[in-house]
C-alpha cells in the first residue's frame, strides 16, 4: 500500500505519546522527522515534504488541545488534516453518461484500470464499454477483450486495426448504447513525441469528458515529467495510481498529482477486474494512520454479500432463523474472499489497522488465507447431506472426504470445530433480543473507535 512505511512508522510515533498530556517541542520535532523520512524513502517530492512538515509543526506547537482531547488526538488530528490537504479532494465522476480516456506509459496499468473502471461503473449501474485502441503492443487487444469478459461489460477492439484513431472513432460509433465509453490508448517505454501524437490525435478525435493519467504506484521522481508532458498534451483530469499492492512508494504519483494540479481517481490494488476502489481522502488518510475506513469496508461488504446472494441463492438472514449448516458458512467464506485480501480489509477497521498488521508474522494472512482454501476444497467433496447435518461427519466420512479432497483429515476435522464454534454463535444471536444487539454494536463502536481494538472480533478467521 502507498506509503505503507509512513504509517507503519507514524503509527509508532504516535503511540509513544499516549498517555500524554502535554506535547513539548522535542516530541513535535521527532514527529515531524519522522513524516519527513517516510515521505523522502516514498518518493514523494522534497518542497511537498517541506510544505506538509511545516504545516504541522507549526499547527502542533501552536494550538492547544480542544479541552478532553489528549495530546496525541490533537497531534494525529494535525497529521490527518494536513496530510488530507496534501493529497487533495478525488477527482469528480458523476454517474452519468461520458467518455473517458486513459493515457499513460506502456506496462502503467491502463488495459487493466479500463476493464476495472467499466466493472466499477457497472456495479454503479451504469452501462459500460471498453474501446481499446492500441495497436502497439501485441496482445494487447487479446487481454483487453479477456478482461473486458471478466468485467462482464461490453467491448470493441479492431486486431486488424492499424489506426488507432479510426479505431476510436469506430468504436465510439459501435459502443453508442453504453453509458461510460472507457478508451483505452497505446503507451511506450518512454515519453515519445510518438506517443504524444497520437494520444493528441485521440483526444481530437474522442473529445473526451475526462482524460485520466495511469500512473504505477512505484514510479518515483520521473512522474513529474511525465504528468506535466501529459497535462500540455491533452490536459490531465485525474490520476489512477496502480499496483499499490506491490509498492511501498507511490510517492512520484502524489507528487505528479501536485504537478498537474488534478487530483485522484481511483487506486487499483491486484490483478483481477475487482481491485479498484475509488479515492476517498478523508478514508485514505485515516487508513494510513491507522484509524480505520469504515466506509469502503461497508461498501465492500455489501458488494461482496450481494453477490454471494445473487450467485448462490442464500439469503442471510434464513441463516439467522434457522440451523447454520456448512453450506452458510461456504457462502460466508465466499462472501469474505470477495472483500479482498484480509489484510486489505484489516486495514479499513478502526484499531486494526497496519498496527496489528505489523506486529503479525508476514506469512499470517496467508496461512489465513490458504486454510479457507483448503475447507472449501474439502468441502467441495462432501454430500448435500454432510453439508447439510455436518454432525453425522464420523471417521468413515472424514476418510472418504480426506481421500477425495486430498486435504488431511485433522484439517477437515478443525473445519468441523469451527463450524460448530460460529454455529454456536449464531444461535445466540439468534436467541437476542433487539436491544442486545443494539448494546453489542455500541459497544463494538467503542472498542474501535478507540484505536486500540483487539482481534477478539475476527471470530474464526483470527
Ligand atoms: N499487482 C498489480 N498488477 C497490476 C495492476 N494493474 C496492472 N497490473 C499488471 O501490470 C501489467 C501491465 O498492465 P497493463 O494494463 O497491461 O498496462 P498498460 O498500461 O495497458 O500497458 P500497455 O498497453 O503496454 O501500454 C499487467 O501484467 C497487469 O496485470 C495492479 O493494480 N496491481
Excluded: C
Amino acid at each position: 500500500m502507498v506509503l505503507d512505511d509512513l504509517g507503519s512508522s507514524l503509527r509508532s510515533t504516535m503511540d509513544s505519546l499516549r498517555g500524554k498530556s502535554h506535547i513539548d517541542e522535542d516530541d513535535v520535532q521527532e514527529i515531524v522527522k519522522q513524516i519527513q523520512r517516510s515521505l523522502l524513502s516514498a518518493d514523494v517530492d522534497v518542497d511537498l515534504v517541506m510544505e506538509l512538515s511545516d504545516g504541522i509543526e507549526t499547527r502542533a506547537l501552536e494550538e492547544e488541545p480542544p479541552g478532553g482531547t489528549t495530546a496525541r488526538d490533537h497531534v494525529l488530528k494535525i497529521v490527518y488534516e494536513e496530510m488530507v490537504g496534501l493529497i487533495g479532494e478525488s477527482t469528480e465522476i458523476p454517474l452519468e453518461q461520458q467518455t473517458i480516456v486513459l493515457a499513460g506509459l506502456q506496462g502503467s496499468g491502463k488495459t487493466t484500470t479500463a476493464a476495472k473502471m467499466a466493472w466499477w461503473f457497472s456495479k454503479k449501474g451504469l452501462r459500460p464499454a471498453v474501446i481499446q485502441t492500441d495497436t502497439f503492443r501485441p496482445g494487447a487487444y487479446d487481454q483487453a477483450k479477456q478482461m473486458s469478459e471478466n468485467a462482464e461489460v461490453e467491448f470493441y477492439g479492431d486486431p486488424d486495426g492499424e489506426d488507432p484513431v479510426q479505431i476510436a472513432r469506430d468504436g465510439l460509433e459501435a459502443t453508442e448504447d453504453a453509458d461510460v465509453r472507457i478508451v483505452d490508448t497505446a503507451g511506450r517505454h518512454a515519453l515519445e513525441d510518438d506517443l504524444i501524437d497520437e494520444i493528441e490525435q485521440i483526444d481530437d478525435a474522442v473529445d473526451p469528458d475526462r482524460s485520466l493519467l495511469v500512473l504505477d504506484a512505484a514510479i518515483g521522481q520521473g512522474a513529474k515529467d511525465q504528468a506535466r508532458q501529459f497535462e500540455e498534451s491533452i490536459g490531465i483530469d485525474g490520476v489512477v495510481i496502480t499496483k499499490l499492492d506491490g509498492t511501498a512508494k507511490g510517492g512520484g504519483a502524489l507528487t505528479a498529482v501536485n504537478e498537474t494540479g488534478s487530483s485522484i481517481a481511483f487506486l487499483g490494488s491486484g490483478e483481477t477486474v475487482q481491485d479498484i476502489e475509488r479515492f476517498e481522502p478523508n478514508g485514505f488518510i485515516s487508513r494510513l494512520l491507522g484509524m480505520g475506513d469504515l466506509k469502503q469496508l461497508s461498501e465492500r461488504v455489501e458488494r461482496a454479500m450481494t453477490e454471494t446472494q445473487e450467485e448462490d441463492d442464500w439469503d442471510p438472514e434464513d441463516m439467522m432463523e434457522g440451523e447454520f449448516t456448512l453450506k452458510d458458512m461456504r457462502n460466508q467464506m465466499k462472501a469474505m474472499d470477495r472483500m479482498g485480501p484480509l489484510d486489505q480489509v484489516l486495514d479499513m477497521i478502526p484499531g486494526m489497522g497496519g498496527g496489528i498488521m505489523d506486529q503479525l508474522p508476514d506469512d499470517a494472512m496467508d496461512v489465513t488465507q490458504e486454510r479457507m482454501r483448503e475447507f472449501e476444497i474439502a468441502m467441495d467433496s462432501m454430500t448435500e447431506r454432510e453439508m447439510e447435518n455436518p454432525e453425522i461427519i464420523k471417521s468413515d466420512r472424514l476418510e472418504r472426504i480426506s481421500r477425495g479432497s486430498g486435504v488431511p483429515e485433522e484439517r477437515i476435522e478443525e473445519l468441523l470445530e469451527q463450524h460448530s464454534m460460529m454455529k454456536r454463535t449464531m444461535d445466540q444471536f439468534g436467541n437476542m433480543g433487539d436491544g442486545d444487539m443494539q448494546r453489542m454494536m455500541k459497544k463494538l463502536q467503542q472498542q474501535g473507535g478507540g484505536g486500540g481494538g483487539g482481534m477478539g472480533g475476527m471470530g474464526p478467521f483470527g
